[in-house]
């Protein structure tokens, strides 16, 4: 069974920092892009940010600058730190993973179930 369990969720003032973490749980053949999206009620899922697996990375433009993306292969894991949070950042943020779980298996995506960031004003 393969899982994606993510963490570092939670409520901060605006223009303070969290970091989410998501760690690939289970045994996989092959691991690609790692992401963050986020959700909001009444909104669909919007990327944003993604790193490749040669660690090439990719933001929203509403977090350029204040979100780094970044990977530890060794250990599967994917993290998000999140500087200078805004109200606006509030959100469900999902981790995502396009895996392969057997050799000569198609690639599939994962999601982990969510963590909640909340940003007071």
């Known amino acids: 069974q393969v899982q994606l369990v993510e963490s570092g969720g939670g409520l901060v003032q605006a223009g303070g920092s969290l970091r989410l973490s998501c760690s690939v749980s289970g045994s996989i053949f092959s691991l690609y892009a790692m992401g963050w999206y986020r959700q909001v009620p009444g909104k669909q899922r919007e990327l944003v940010a993604t790193v490749t697996s040669g660690d090439s990375t990719n933001y929203a433009d509403s977090v350029k600058g204040r979100f780094t993306i970044s990977r530890d292969k060794s250990k599967n894991t994917v993290y998000l730190l999140m500087n200078s949070l805004k109200p606006e950042d509030t959100a469900v943020y999902y981790c995502?993973?396009?895996?392969?779980?057997?050799?000569?298996?198609?690639?599939?995506?994962?999601w982990g179930q969510g963590t909640q960031v909340t940003v007071s004003s």
């Open positions: 995502n993973a396009n895996i392969v779980r057997h050799a000569n298996w198609d690639r599939e995506e994962c």
